[in-house]
C-alpha cells in the first residue's frame, strides 16, 4: 500500500507533538532530553524532509514551481507532497527553535512558567514565539546579557 500524503502529515505532526508536549509539561525528564533536547524528534522530522524533498526533485513534478518568486513557490505547493515537505520544514524548525529556548532559559535561569507562553507561541507561530522569548530574556534575564546567542 502506498503512502498517503495525509498520514505522513498525521505522523510528522505526532512527533512534533510529542517534543512540544515535552518541552512545556517536562522539560528536565531524562525521556525529554534523550528525544527532544538532544535533537533526536528534529532530525528524525529532517530525515523525513529530505525524503520528501529529495522524491520531488528526482520526481515527475520536478521542474514545477521553485524559490524564485512567490508565483514559483505558490506553483511548488500546488503538488501534495512538496507541500508536505514545507510542512516539515516548519515543524522542525520551529521544533529546533523552541529546544534553543528552553536550554537558553534553562542556562539563564529563566522560571519555566515565563517560558512556557513563548513555547507555546513558538509552537502555533514561529517568530512570534521567538519574539516573546526575546522580550521575556530582555526583562527576566540577566541584566549584563540581553544578546541572542
Same mark, same amino acid.
Given at each position: 500500500m502506498p503512502l498517503h500524503p495525509d498520514f505522513?502529515?498525521?505522523?510528522?505532526?505526532?512527533?512534533?507533538?510529542?517534543?512540544?508536549?515535552? =518541552?512545556? &509539561?517536562? $522539560?528536565?525528564? #531524562?525521556?525529554?532530553?534523550?528525544?527532544?533536547?538532544?535533537?533526536a524528534l528534529p532530525l528524525l522530522l529532517a530525515g523525513g524532509y529530505a525524503l520528501l524533498i529529495g522524491s520531488h526533485y528526482l520526481g515527475a513534478h520536478a521542474s514545477e514551481g521553485g524559490f524564485g518568486s512567490l508565483a514559483e513557490v505558490a506553483? /511548488?505547493? #500546488?503538488? $501534495?507532497?512538496? =507541500? /508536505?515537505?514545507?510542512?516539515?520544514?516548519?515543524? +522542525?524548525?520551529?521544533? +529546533?527553535?523552541?529546544?534553543?529556548?528552553?536550554?537558553?532559559?534553562? #542556562?539563564?535561569? &529563566?522560571?519555566?512558567?515565563?517560558?512556557?507562553? +513563548?513555547? &507555546? =507561541?513558538?509552537? =502555533?507561530?514561529?517568530p512570534v514565539g521567538l519574539l516573546l522569548y526575546a522580550l521575556v530574556r530582555r526583562f527576566l534575564g540577566r541584566a549584563t546579557d540581553t544578546s541572542l546567542t
Open positions: 505522513v502529515f498525521s505522523l510528522a505532526n505526532s512527533v512534533a507533538m510529542v517534543g512540544w508536549v515535552l =518541552l512545556v &509539561l517536562a $522539560p528536565r525528564w #531524562r525521556v525529554t532530553r534523550l528525544l527532544v533536547r538532544s535533537g506553483a /511548488l505547493f #500546488r503538488n $501534495p507532497w512538496a =507541500l /508536505l515537505a514545507g510542512w516539515v520544514h516548519y515543524l +522542525c524548525f520551529d521544533l +529546533c527553535l523552541g529546544i534553543w529556548e528552553s536550554q537558553d532559559a534553562e #542556562r539563564r535561569g &529563566l522560571p519555566h512558567w515565563a517560558l512556557v507562553p +513563548c513555547l &507555546l =507561541l513558538t509552537f =502555533l507561530f514561529g
